[in-house]
């Protein structure tokens, strides 16, 4: 595991992006886009179970 140590705080403002994005899927998937060490985008995919009817 690697331990990210946030040393210049503008560098990272995509990490506060992805934590409310973290708390708002019930059931999906998160892909971070990387360019050069960077990430550039966040990409959202979300799932909406539909209840069965009898």
Same mark, same amino acid.
């Given at each position: 595991? /690697?331990?990210? #140590? #946030? $040393?210049?705080? $503008? &560098?990272? $403002?995509?990490? &506060? /992006?992805l934590l409310m994005i973290i708390k708002t899927v019930k059931h999906g998937s998160i892909t971070l886009i990387i360019q050069d060490g960077l990430v550039i985008q966040i990409d959202k995919n979300e799932k909406f179970r539909l209840k069965k009817t009898q």
């Open positions: 595991m /690697e331990v990210l #140590i #946030i $040393s210049e705080p $503008s &560098k990272y $403002s995509w990490l &506060k /992006e």
